[in-house]
DNA sequence: TGAACAAGGTGTGATTTGCACACGAAGTTT
DNA sequence: AAACTTCGTGTGCAAATCACACCTTGTTCA
């Protein structure tokens, strides 16, 4: 069945930037292209948009069945439409960031099934069509609004120790904070709580675990009191 | 002439929130529906994608074909794409902040021979689509973007008193600032350069005039100085 | 022509915020 | 029990931010 308009009309695709905190490092999921323009690079999960889906269920559904990954945080970044993007015609893709967190460990090491594989993002291999501007783009976000917005908690299982916040924020924004700073000033935000267990398995003393509290950081909002890093 | 796919597309489209500053208020351009949804709503000038131009192409000449707007700084705010969001059919709209500079003065009181009208960001009239969400979000860059990158200077002529820009900052940011901390700041950023004129016309003792230097902020960001109201 | 008016332009001291910094406590290993 | 590793905590100094008032300049109008 064909499809037939007055006009000509780009296709419209979504990618995904999916980031994983893991290892002290972040990650990025990306697919192998078996086909031609760009054989053998590396390309962002994404695919094109249904008739009857939104963006974001789009880029949702595009990263369950390329990566198997559900349960993540999306927020679009942009949308990317110059004429010459992708060879085999004119597509407007729209990109989003994708912050998962580590507790479902969906695809670790590389489910070998599939041709998805975690990379470091300061190790990238070869990149399809303008998707390394999309990764840059990507971080630019991320570390914009982790500086305004509690959205580091993504990237962290629900219970974790202060230490594995600072070093996600150091890994983050690429600069180093003083331990004791940092905690002042994260706990003095008023939006983690204290869970009253520590970690189980740590080799030396125990550290605590908190957890972010959505509700206390919505009243904080409503009190025009800011979050700010 | 027809254009078929085997797949459905959704069209494809931009969406310029034009700005102004004038008379001490920001001002919108909007154009007045004909037809049929939003029959006599306000709409967001904008139109189709075409095949050979990128998306700021495209959003420049859709904005100069329905208000005659010309050098306009435009900057992507981000797609919009939920199915509903057209009655008469699928589109995704990208939609674009545009700032311009109040010299050239097309357009101001309405151009009558057109239906487009500029609107206090204040004073909005019924909006069609989801136009209403789109200049929210617009405003909530313009917000954002305004303290961290020199983009206010977009909405200034070439040459300004500094009350001018106080008062740019004020309308934008909705909070007053202390002239003497205000002048101060702005100045010591080092970006602003006096050059050497006074405004014409003042009913009292006249303004110095000072132009954006564009150099010395490229230079001062190399130098890792941020810009920081 | 000078008095009244309106807006322009300038500096200081008080308060707040940010930053650097070190050590005892807890738990694990040998 | 000694050595090791990581956890968790408070203070003082420096820098940045904020509040604040008066004289200057130019115009208008009596």
Redesign the interface.
Known sequence: M???????????TTDCVALRFSAGHLKLVLIQRAHKPFKNAWALPGG??D?????KTCVCRELEEETGITNVFVE?I??Y???DRDPRG?T?S?AFLGLMNPDDSQLDAGDDASDAQWFRIDQLPKLAFDHGQVIKDALALLRTKVRSEPIGFELLPKKFPLRDLQRLYEIILDQSFDKRNFRRRILDLGVLVDVGQVEKNSKHRAAKLYRFDRKKYKQMKKNEVAFKL
Chains 1, 2 share one sequence.
């Open positions: 064909k499809h037939t308009y007055d006009y000509p009309r780009p296709a419209v094109f948009l008739m009857d889906e939104d963006l679009q942009k949308a439409g110059t004429v004119r407007v729209v």
